[in-house]
């Protein structure tokens, strides 16, 4: 499994969310997870080493074992590697992609290196000039972005699908639904087509406005509820970098 973040004046964003995440999807993996001391260290170790980094990523494997599918019994292997910040466009073309997401899998609301789905998906949308690409699940309810949760504003109200249709918890997602009033319910995806105004999170991309969803363009990117969203988060960022 892994965690990543934005890294904001040499400081891991909101790290003790993203630690008690990894040690969820370990114990969702059936893994011992890592010592939070033993992360926080290498942490500190590597963004030492580059101070320059914009992006960290967190990665905890069972560490050595069989081919096949087995697990070893080992201790864990821990990788602490850093890059650049993502690069995003102010507003974002998104692509609801033909694949569905199970939102009754073994992996449901962890985060794994199980990314194949979302590489295929990714490039589904790449193909159509597109930044990022959405899921439906099984039941045909809007799920979430291959690296992304996704919010709408309906009617007036701002929604995000619910954890129950598949999504990751996303930390972004979770530090949003604290500072802004939002309806977690299910969506379907031709709401898009009635919503005045879309946005993304990540942990790379904080909040960024859907411009087109394929063909379709939104009346607004960014509308005001997004402007509202995002400087919600900016003020949060400010306020604290371990919130």
Request: glycine share 10%; hydrophobic share 45%; net charge negative.
């Amino acid at each position: 499994m892994f965690e990543t973040m934005k890294v904001v004046d040499g400081t891991a964003f909101a790290l003790t969310r993203h630690l008690r995440r990894l040690r969820f999807s370990a114990d969702g993996m059936g893994m011992l997870p890592p010592d939070d001391e033993r992360i926080r260290h290498a942490v500190a170790a590597v963004l030492d080493a580059d101070p320059d980094a914009g992006k960290l990523r967190i990665t905890w494997s069972s560490g050595v074992g069989p081919l096949g599918s087995s697990r070893g019994g080992g201790p864990g292997t821990l990788i602490v590697a850093t890059e650049a910040g993502s690069a995003w466009p102010v507003a974002e073309a998104v692509h609801l992609c033909r694949w569905a997401r199970n939102e009754h899998g073994a992996l449901v609301g962890l985060k794994t290196t199980s990314y194949a789905e979302n590489v295929l998906a990714l490039e589904a949308a790449h193909d159509r000039g597109c930044s990022e690409a959405l899921f439906a699940n099984t039941a045909g309810d809007l799920c979430e972005g291959t690296g992304t949760n996704v919010f709408l504003v309906v009617d007036g109200e701002l929604v995000t699908p619910p954890l129950s249709s598949g999504c990751l918890a996303g930390v972004t997602r979770e530090l949003l639904l604290e500072e802004m009033a939002v309806t977690e319910r299910s969506v379907a995806p031709d709401e898009f087509t009635r919503s005045s105004e879309a946005f993304l999170t990540s942990s790379t991309r904080d909040v960024n406005a859907i411009a087109r969803v394929d063909d379709m363009v939104l009346p607004e990117a960014p509308g005001p509820v997004t402007v509202a969203a995002q400087a919600a988060f900016a003020d949060l960022c400010a306020r604290s970098l371990d919130p």
